[in-house]
């Protein structure tokens, strides 16, 4: 269905011109792909999709950096809409590296012919619900107008860089790279004095390529990080025709699966077994390399305090071992918070980085920066680092910074950041009281990032397309979660929340990283198959705790 340009006014409504959809999607990684092919393909609407960068990817566009790779394994970190796809698709690798990753979407977009439909380089700043036409309005940074009935936001979770906290950036004589948004073209760091900012998990993968070219390598650390073997390998043929000989049955078990993914010999509790059983297991799982360790060894690890001490005091110790200087594995093992409540960032001769003779590790929790000046890095002990290049591995506005940066306004000028100024409110992490017809994929307070992002995806976008479908059956002009069904979602999350381990730590799960960011947990931490059973729950009651209005009886719902 063809766009079309209007300069009329819809009872009253303020004059729109522009480009007309039925449905705006906002990105074009795995989730905006997705909806693209979903709204088009399989309902016959009307979309455009927008994306900052100049091709598709999302995350993988951006994150180019050395090292960088997915921490779920390859053949699950994929679709599964398509069998077609899965089986022509072959991969290389246990876990993919990034420019597979690109290229695999870079595949999907060109087997689904889905650029046509994507407008590139053209970042929203402006998304407006008209009330009288009920339609959003909305504007890119490039002057393009669009109007539709839906918004799909596919804009990621962890796609908008954290602030730099230290003056002076700009005084670098060096060069300054991030990780969150690599050159193209790649960087050469031989014969460099190279100063990396964080040990997250893109600083974990990105300093040991660093340090094998590097003539110096600096590492700023201010938290150390539970950080565990991905054991990636070459693709095994044998194992590759096993999986896709039984992809169903994989895909069945990872969508039952808390993380999403097929482990399923995950053992009641640490403290119900003997030492040397529990020794025995972990040292299975840190082998098996990926999340086993997390998600596949014992399920009370973040809910009991005293099982997980089990579990850490085991990494420390395996760090200990691969760290020559006694010292600097200590500044490397967590000490004052419990393993699992940060993302655990998977590793490859991490820890192994730092028995080089050009790797050198700063604690800034003891000495923090200060400064960065133009030779460098200065911190509060008096301490100056002489560097050519800076590399920021610093992290994200996780989670609803993606969506609290494009100007968001519902009914009644409700803006988002208004309406999200003590924390995040929504109904099943999909939809926002007050915001008719925008779904958030993947947004705050659903499981997200705790679970298999494609899967995620694909649940969400499955839950957002059914619920167009579902109204344009019924001529309903709008859907739009209850005040008192998004009170009741928001208590239910944070109570789950609070009964485990992750609340106590200072995480960007909790928003912590950020300064000024209320302090709420961001994701629903009862596992995607409680969630995705609650979600069928509400579409098998009609979409219980929503109201779904025609156009003539489009009656505001009363603003959380």
């Given amino acids: ?30 989730a905006g792909l997705y909806a693209v092919h979903k709204l088009r393909d399989q309902l016959g609407l009307s979309v455009r999709a927008f994306d900052v960068a100049s091709d598709v990817g999302g995350t993988w566009f951006w994150n ?13 970190y994929s679709y599964s809409f398509s069998e077609e796809l899965q089986q022509e698709w072959k991969w290389s690798e246990r876990f993919a590296g990034q420019p597979e990753i690109l290229k695999y979407l870079n595949h999907v977009a060109d087997r689904f012919d889905l650029r046509r439909n994507i407008q590139f380089n053209a970042r929203i700043v402006s998304a407006v619900f008209d009330e009288t036409a009920s339609r959003w309005d909305v504007t890119t940074d490039t002057g393009v107008q669009a109007r539709a009935q839906f918004i799909i936001s596919g804009a990621g979770n962890l796609s908008v860089a954290k602030d730099l906290e230290f003056p002076g950036r700009e005084t670098f004589t060096g060069e300054v790279y991030s990780t969150g948004a690599w050159p193209h073209e790649g960087v050469d760091f031989t014969g460099k004095r190279v100063g990396v900012i964080g040990t997250g998990a893109s600083g974990i993968q990105v300093i040991p390529e660093i340090a094998k070219q590097a003539a110096h390598l600096t590492v700023f650390q201010r938290t150390p990080n539970y950080a565990t073997p991905i054991a990636n390998a070459p693709m095994d043929d044998e194992f590759e025709n096993e999986v896709k000989s039984n992809y169903r049955e994989y895909r069945t078990r990872s969508r039952n699966h808390f993380l999403g993914v097929p482990y399923n010999d995950v053992q009641p509790s640490a403290l119900a077994v003997s030492e040397d059983d529990r020794r025995r297991t972990y040292e299975e799982r840190w082998k ?129 950041t208004d309406k999200w100024e003590d924390g995040p409110l929504t109904y099943l992490g999909l939809t926002i009281n007050g915001f008719p017809n925008l779904f958030l994929i993947t947004g705050p307070q659903s499981p997200s990032v705790l679970y298999n992002m494609p899967l995620a995806i694909e649940d969400h976008v499955d839950f957002s397309t059914d619920a167009i479908r579902y109204m344009r059956e019924r001529g309903m002009e709008t859907i739009e979660p209850t005040a008192e069904a998004e009170q009741a979602w928001v208590e239910g999350s944070n109570a789950i929340a609070e009964a485990t381990l992750l609340p106590g730590t200072d ?44 156009a003539e009886s489009n009656s505001p719902l009363p603003v959380a």
């Fill in 288 to 416: 098996q390399g990926g999340f086993r360790l997390f998600t596949d060894s014992f399920g009370d690890l973040l809910v009991n305090k005293d099982a997980n001490d089990t579990v850490a005091e085991f990494v420390r110790m395996k760090i200990h071992e691969r760290v020559s200087d006694p010292k600097v594995a200590d500044l490397l093992a967590p000490k004052d918070y419990p393993y699992g409540t940060k993302r655990p960032p998977l590793e490859t001769d991490y820890y192994e980085a730092y028995n080089r003779d050009n790797v050198t590790l700063v604690d800034i929790k003891g000495a923090p920066i200060t400064a960065i000046i133009p030779t460098g890095i200065k911190t509060a002990d008096g301490g100056a680092f002489e560097l050519d290049v800076i590399v920021l591995a610093v992290g994200f506005d996780a989670m609803t910074g993606p969506l609290l940066n494009m100007g968001i306004v519902g009914r009644q000028g409700l803006k988002l």
């Fill in 64 to 76: 180019r950096y050395p090292g960088a790779r997915c921490d779920i394994e390859s053949f699950h």
């Fill in 507 to 550: 995480s960007w799960y909790m928003g912590a990283n950020i300064p000024g960011k209320p302090r709420k947990c961001l994701v629903y931490l009862g596992g995607a198959p409680a969630y995705r059973g609650i979600c069928d729950e509400v579409v098998a009651k009609d979409y219980d705790g929503f109201v779904l209005a025609g």
């Fill in 1 to 30: 269905m063809p766009h079309s340009k209007t300069n009329s006014t819809v009872d009253g409504s303020r004059q729109f011109e522009g480009e007309e959809y039925d449905a705006i999607v906002i990105g074009a990684g795995f």
